[in-house]
């Protein structure tokens, strides 16, 4: 798992970089999840929740929120932006190997925008699954997206990208190493500061695809006993050929 030096210099910039993302329409997604799971969380787990964007927007429908990440730049902005939620709290951690004694039990995780597929190994991801387990109550789902190998392989690929936000110019370059299903995105991002001048700013972040049936028995492994796997934003059976796949478990 490459996590040491991935969202730190960037994290100032991301909510900048992911302007585009409709963090409502992702949340309006999860509680359909939570409807056909039949259940009614109150406090959610939010892990991988980086500026803390999706987890404010529950906080301001009402539940009592919790958010982790490994990132403590990236945290550092979400707490910034949360000194108005009184039913918010954030913790550095690993997802890897967490304790959150002090908050357990929790009635429901998530984790979006790919977070998990920052994890490189089977047996990491079962470590993580099961830590995230322990903190549920009993039947309490899990709910998450991945990107999947056909993603990896053929929509990052090997492609440069250059994105323009304002002032802010940011290149994505990408590599994808078949034999490993890992993909390496450098991000560069050029920051204008005063009398024309540049600053710049490199990153490397690092993915592993799985396939759905790995996952869905890594979850098995970890506890998790009924398991699905949907199309991101539908209720469809997932398949190998999608971008982005939704995984619910409890």
């Not at 954030?90 to 998990?116: C, K, Q, T, W």
């Not at 936000?165 to 920051?191: A, C, D, P, Q, V």
Request: overall charge negative; proline content about 3%.
């Amino acid at each position: 798992m490459v996590l040491d030096q991935s969202f730190t210099s960037i994290a100032p910039y991301y909510d900048e970089l992911m302007q585009d993302i409709n963090y409502e329409l992702w949340v309006d997604y999860v509680e359909e999840l939570f409807q056909l799971l039949s259940v009614r969380p109150q406090k959610i787990l939010d892990i991988g929740c980086g500026t803390g964007n999706p987890t404010l927007i529950f906080a301001r429908r009402g539940y009592e929120m919790v958010g982790m990440d490994y990132s403590e730049e990236m945290l550092k902005v979400a707490r910034e932006k949360s000194e108005h939620f009184s039913n918010v709290r954030f913790y550095h951690g690993d997802v890897r190997n967490f304790d959150l004694e002090n908050e357990m039990p929790f009635d429901a995780a998530i984790s979006l925008f790919d977070s998990l597929n920052n994890i490189t190994t089977e047996g990491e991801m079962v470590s993580a699954f099961s830590c995230v387990r322990r903190h549920l109550r009993e039947g309490g789902p899990f709910i998450f997206d991945m990107n999947t190998i056909h993603a990896l392989e053929f929509y990052w690929g090997n492609h440069t990208r250059v994105r323009e936000y304002g002032e802010l110019l940011s290149i994505w370059r990408t590599r994808y190493f078949k034999k490993k299903r890992i993909s390496e995105l450098h991000i560069t991002l050029f920051i204008p500061t005063e009398k024309n001048f540049y600053c710049r700013i490199d990153e490397i972040h690092v993915e592993r695809g799985y396939k759905i049936s790995t996952i869905k028995n890594l979850l098995k492994k970890a506890g998790f006993h009924e398991v699905y796997a949907f199309q991101h934003l539908t209720r469809l059976p997932a398949s190998e050929q999608n971008m982005r796949v939704m995984f619910a478990a409890r």
